[in-house]
């Protein structure tokens, strides 16, 4: 399978723990996206790399959120001290500058965070 | 605020007719609009895209209509199958962003056979 890989899919947490999720993305693709999900809701941006630089962080959702990607391939994002508000979907995509901009992005599965 | 918008929450079509899904956005830097598609369990994938400088984009049963001036998208699916069940989402983006997606709410799409 090529596609973009998310682990774990499902994660479920005492409040106040710490997660991490990890994400591989499409081979090829230097850009990777993360984003985050709630019931009834469309996904919603967090931050994006450009093979190892963050390029955007201020739509991560509080100082408790922050995500890797040290060598510009697989990226982590983790969630310190993780609330009951925290439950979510988590998604990660990727995508590859083309000649021609589409705005395509290749999305996983998700992992499903539970904060109990 | 919400800068792309799905007002219908589902739909409910039969077989072989035609789907409509509407989308409304506010923000008038979007330069590139798009649709995905999500099964249960499922990440989203990417259904169609339309630039701004088109009103028009066609992909065998699927097209997407795009009027700036409203600020409005459609999805149009013909003929409607079952397995277009899905939830739906409405997409835009600015080029100079770097991919970064505004997502709508979604709409619940079933296809009754």
Redesign the interface.
């Known amino acids: 399978d090529t596609g973009?890989s998310q682990d774990p899919r499902h994660k479920i947490t005492k409040r106040g723990q710490n997660v991490t999720f990890r994400c591989d993305p499409i081979s090829e693709h230097n850009?990777l996206?993360w984003y985050r999900q709630t019931l009834?809701?469309?996904?919603?941006?967090l931050t994006?790399f450009?093979n190892e630089a963050q390029?955007?962080k201020s739509r991560l959702l509080s100082d408790r959120f922050s995500a890797e990607r040290p060598k510009g391939s697989f990226s982590t994002l983790e969630i310190q001290r993780t609330e009951q508000g925290d439950s979510a979907m988590y998604?990660c995509?990727s995508?590859q500058p083309q000649r021609e901009?589409?705005?395509?992005?290749?999305?996983?599965?998700?992992s499903r965070l539970t904060v109990l | 605020d919400q800068q792309?918008k799905?007002n219908s929450?589902s739909l409910s079509v039969q077989e072989g007719r035609i789907s409509i899904l509407n989308c409304d956005y506010t923000n008038s830097m979007f330069d590139?609009f798009?649709w995905?598609k999500k099964y249960p369990?499922?990440?989203?994938?990417?259904l169609i895209?339309i630039s701004s400088i088109k009103d028009k984009n066609e992909d065998g049963r699927f097209t997407v209509f795009l009027n700036k001036s409203a600020k409005h998208l459609s999805l149009h699916i013909v003929p409607s199958q079952p397995g277009d069940s899905a939830v739906y989402?409405c997409?835009a983006?600015e080029?100079t962003s770097?991919?970064?997606?505004?997502?709508?709410?979604?709409t619940q799409l079933t296809v009754n056979p």
């Open positions: 973009v850009r996206y009834g809701q469309g996904p919603e941006f994006y450009q390029l955007e998604l995509a995508s901009y589409t705005g395509e992005l290749f999305f996983g599965e998700g | 792309v799905q929450p590139y798009l995905y369990a499922e990440g989203p994938t990417f895209s989402f997409a983006s080029e770097g991919s970064r997606l505004t997502f709508g709410e979604g």
